[in-house]
Structure formats: structure tokens, C-alpha cells
């Protein structure tokens, strides 16, 4: 597969985005994008990466680096597993929604109430 050049530009506006793909080598193709068609191919080649991970072994997250955001609004609800429905909306994807099963839930509240078992602005790395 040829080398691959991509650039992403916001408009002054903050309306639109401009997006270049090419080959390293040619020129690119500017598409312009509001942000319900920026929102739509995100989903799309988010849906793309799946496919491509599908059967892929799962890497824990323990000691990674992940891009963290603060204060994203969010709701919990009964899922139709036997489990909880977590949901954020995230600034770069948009909401994002995770179908948890109990006994996952239940090792997630464990480690929340050790968390809030410690004294205020305690900083150490979250679990």
C-alpha cells in the first residue's frame, strides 16, 4: 500500500473542516465537512478499525497512555445484558457507549469506593 499523506484543518469559524488525503508522492483531495458529516465519518472508520481488530487479542490498558478527558457528560442505565450501560459523550467521537456485565461492574465499583476511600486530592494513577 502506498504511502498515505492526510491533513485535517478547522475553518476560522469553527463550521467546517477541511480534509486532504494523497499519496505521499501526488497531490491530496481537499473534501470539506460540516460537522454532522464530520461526526458521520468518524463512526464510519471507527466501524472501519473494528472490523480490522475483529478476532484480534484484546491488550489490557494497564500502564498505557490514553487520551483522557475531563467532565464529559455521561449516564448509566440497565443494559440488556446482565450488566450496566456506560455512556460519555466524548469531544473527538462523539457518545461513546460500553454494555459492562455484572461482574465487571462489580470490580468497577469496588475499585471506585477504594478510590473514594482516600483522602482529598490524593493524585496517584487511577486503576
Known sequence: MAEARVGVKVS???QTVTIEVGSAAGPSHPVGLDLKQLTKL?????QARSR???GSQKVPLDGKTVETVTE???YVQVASIDGSLLAFDHPSYGP???AIPRNDIVRI???LNEHLALPDGHTDKPS
Open 42 to 46: 468518524i463512526q464510519l472508520l471507527g
Open 52 to 54: 480490522m481488530v475483529e
Open 12 to 14: 476560522d469559524d469553527r
Open 72 to 74: 464529559p457528560p455521561w
Open 109 to 111: 465499583v469496588r475499585i
Open 96 to 98: 461513546v457507549a460500553f
